[in-house]
């Protein structure tokens, strides 16, 4: 069964530094999606990406954060300068945009830790 | 705006017992789905049921039952005679269909301990 893969699993990286999480959705979704997760707490919307834009964001989504499709199977979230508080689990999901059931396949997470 | 509120922070049964998790949602729009996801300790975010918002037919799977009812927009979700296996934090989350976004909104999640 085709599933979304993410990598790494877990990123340590100091204050002040950028990170790059990458994410490789199902090959025939077309809609892409970063969600994160204080631990803890609940899972929080951060940006939809369709048709090489991003459709939708949050206001946890600020200057900080970017995401890009690099190539046809990639699609990465950017955070230019961590701050301790960016620490959280980061989920990317995608779902099939001609299915009229708004699945979202997630996959496993990489667990980011600001030091 | 959309909301999902899960009251029960956390539920503790024994093996065999029912449990029921409650979801309440918020939402204006007249169309949009509701999901429910199992996070067990490993992390991951396991896709249970999806329900379309004209639809109340409930749903059984296995143990697994889910009671959507459009008047009190209440979506619980009931596991019969649970297992320790089902101890996990359960998420209940929302998506409307407002141009075309499809972001989840989701729940606080209820934490799920099942004692053997």
């Known amino acids: 069964e085709p599933e979304v893969t993410q990598t790494p699993s877990h990123q340590v990286t100091q204050m002040g530094q950028e990170v790059i999480l990458r994410c490789v959705p199902i090959?025939?979704?077309?809609?892409f999606y970063w969600y994160r997760q204080i631990l803890g707490q609940k899972v929080e919307f951060l940006v939809s990406?369709?048709?090489?834009?991003?459709?939708?964001k949050s206001e946890i989504f600020d200057d900080q954060f970017s995401v890009e499709r690099p190539d046809g199977s990639n699609f990465t979230l950017k955070i230019r300068s961590t701050k301790l508080e960016d620490s959280a689990m980061y989920f990317c999901?995608?779902?099939?945009?001609?299915?009229?059931?708004?699945?979202?396949?997630f996959g496993p997470g990489t667990r980011l830790t600001v030091t | 705006a959309q909301k999902v509120t899960q009251a029960q922070t956390e539920i503790s049964v024994v093996e065999k017992e029912d449990v029921t998790l409650d979801c309440v949602y918020e939402?204006?729009?007249?169309?949009?789905?509701l999901f429910w996801y199992k996070q067990p300790p490993s992390g991951e975010l396991v896709f249970l049921i999806r329900?379309?918002?004209?639809?109340?037919q409930n749903e059984i799977s296995g143990r697994y039952s889910w009671n959507f009812q459009k008047s009190t927009s209440s979506f619980n979700f009931t596991i019969t005679a649970s297992q320790v296996v089902d101890s996990a934090v359960y998420f209940c989350a929302l998506s409307e269909e407002v141009a075309g976004r499809r972001a989840l909104t989701f729940g606080s999640g209820t934490r799920l301990q099942v004692q053997p």
């Open positions: 990406f369709y048709n090489n834009e991003i459709s939708e």
């Open positions: 329900r379309n918002s004209f639809d109340e």
């Open positions: 090959s025939n979704h077309l809609y």
């Open positions: 999901a995608s779902s099939d945009p001609s299915s009229s059931t708004y699945e979202q396949y």
């Open positions: 939402t204006r729009d007249t169309t949009y789905y």
